[in-house]
T-cell receptor, first 115, second 110 residues
Framework: DAGVTQSPTHLIKTRGQQVTLRCSPK?????VSWYQQALGQGPQFIFQ???????QRGNFPDRFSGHQFPNYSSELNVNALLLGDSALYLC??????????????FGPGTRLTVL | KNEVEQSPQNLTAQEGEFITINCSYS?????LHWLQQHPGGGIVSLFM???GKKKHGRLIATINIQEKHSSLHITASHPRDSAVYIC????????????FGKGTHLIIQP
């Protein structure tokens, strides 16, 4: 049973560029959450997708957008990259947005460096 | 907005020692998670709990809902336990994303 997978593992971009990160959830999971983890900090919640819709969003600007596909995989898009967007981007999957106990399974992350 | 505080931020101990990492939060929660993160980034879920105590191998997690406090204990610590341990909470029922503490960097020396 494959766990949560993310691609690419590492990415280098320059300021002003756009980037797309991808996540495939654990088999059977239908909910995907994205997190940003700056160096030395705990992760910060970006948004969560369920049934191909953004269900909840953290305190991130509109430059951060996402998408969920019918097979539950998800993309995170960041436009007009800033140096401060350099971070580890983590994807986590879970079963059922409506679940009160929302155990999440994390992917290995994508390390984004903005120069 | 829930505030999650962990202590200590850094902990170095000798192999075999009993380890305690603490987590406190400011607002009532639906569930609390203890996560382990190794160098390179991968995060593993250790426990998810909403009351009482859970045990898995040498790891024990407890939570006191009234005091808004949780502890993660490691018995008979081993160098392979060296990692960052992160506390995270769901602040309400359903879909809200996790709010994370900054993590505790644990080093177990042989």
């Amino acid at each position: 049973d494959a766990g949560v997978t993310q691609s690419p593992t590492h990415l280098i971009k320059t300021r002003g560029q756009q980037v797309t990160l991808r996540c495939s959830p654990k088999s059977g999971h239908d909910t995907v959450s994205w997190y940003q983890q700056a160096l030395g900090q705990g992760p910060q919640f970006i948004f969560q997708y369920y049934e191909e819709e953004e269900r909840q969003r953290g305190n991130f600007p509109d430059r951060f957008s996402g998408h969920q596909f019918p097979n539950y995989s998800s993309e995170l898009n960041v436009n007009a990259l800033l140096l401060g967007d350099s971070a580890l981007y983590l994807c986590a999957s879970s079963l059922s947005w409506a679940s009160f106990y929302n155990e999440q399974f994390f992917g290995p992350g994508t390390r984004l460096t903005v120069l | 907005k829930n505030e999650v505080e962990q202590s200590p931020q850094n902990l170095t101990a000798q192999e075999g020692e009993f380890i305690t990492i603490n987590c406190s939060y400011s607002v009532g929660i639906s569930a609390l998670h203890w996560l382990q993160q190794h160098p390179g980034g991968g995060i593993v879920s250790l426990f998810m709990l909403s009351s009482g105590k859970k045990k898995h191998g040498r790891l024990i997690a407890t939570i006191n809902i009234q005091e808004k406090h949780s502890s993660l204990h490691i018995t008979a610590s081993h160098p392979r336990d060296s990692a960052v341990y992160i506390c995270a909470v769901n602040s309400g029922g359903g879909a809200d994303g996790l709010t994370f503490g900054k993590g505790t960097h644990l080093i177990i020396q042989p």
